[in-house]
């Protein structure tokens, strides 16, 4: 596998499920990234990691709560949403530290459709 | 606050014809400058970046994009568009600094090209 990889690629859950989306990146990157990308919406950033430590959390639901247990992995744990979460979930990588700077590597996403 | 607007929602060129996609950000600070394309189904590609230096920029698939601090613009053209072109395309300004920075996306314009 190269560049950043995600899966399922997607992945239809009622609102009582609980499901997790994973992502891998293969670059040696040490920053990582969760968007959220609705139809007609701007690409909404959720969550960044940088060398393992959330250092953003775009004031997004608690129904999503990541995970980041190294460099390479990052996960989106899902419980209990709601049918306007439905959209592509993202994934990106980029060299640590500078997270506005650095380019960004995405995945080619998980389409979620919640019912 | 910081900000990306790309006035066109959905631009529509014949095959062979020049293209511009607008940009314009709002950063206090001198930006750093991104154009990346999404294919459908796809993640985003990285085309070409601005961070300093000579204000015209080049990128992949012969694409540029040109700087302009007066304006706060950073459009992106390529002189004849491929059927392949087709695709949406997102302008962002890196934003913060360090560990707490991020990439701000415009809205996105979905370009169509007629045969």
């Known amino acids: 596998e190269t560049g950043v990889t995600q899966t399922p690629r997607h992945l239809v859950m009622g609102m009582t499920n609980k499901k997790s989306l994973k992502c891998e990146q293969h670059l040696g990157h040490n920053a990582m990234y969760w968007y959220k990308q609705s139809a007609k919406k701007p690409l909404e950033l959720m969550f960044v990691?940088?060398?393992?430590?959330?250092?953003e959390n775009n004031s997004v639901p608690s129904r999503f709560s990541p995970e980041c247990p190294n460099s390479s992995h990052l996960f989106l744990h899902l419980h209990t949403l709601q049918p306007e979460d439905s959209a592509l979930y993202l994934c990106?990588?980029?060299?640590?530290?500078?997270?506005?700077?650095?380019?960004?590597?995405f995945g080619p996403g998980t389409r979620l459709t919640v019912l | 606050a910081q900000s990306v607007t790309q006035p066109d929602i959905h631009i529509t060129v014949s095959e062979g014809a020049s293209l511009e996609l607008r940009c314009n950000y709002s950063?206090?600070?001198?930006?750093?400058l991104f154009w990346y394309v999404q294919s459908p189904g796809q993640g985003l590609q990285l085309l070409l970046k601005?961070?300093?230096?000579?204000?015209l920029v080049q990128g992949i698939k012969g694409f540029e994009a040109e700087f302009k601090r007066s304006q706060s613009s950073f459009n992106l053209r390529k002189p004849s568009v491929h059927w392949s072109d087709a695709a949406e395309y997102f302008c962002?300004?890196?934003?913060?600094?360090?560990?707490?920075?991020?990439?701000?996306f415009g809205q996105g314009t979905t370009l169509q090209v007629k045969p």
């Open positions: 962002a300004v890196g934003a913060g600094s360090g560990n707490t920075g991020k990439l701000i």
């Open positions: 601005y961070f300093s230096g000579d204000t």
């Open positions: 990106a990588s980029s060299q640590g530290g500078l997270a506005g700077v650095n380019e960004q590597f």
């Open positions: 990691y940088n060398f393992k430590e959330q250092t």
């Open positions: 950063y206090g600070a001198t930006p750093y």
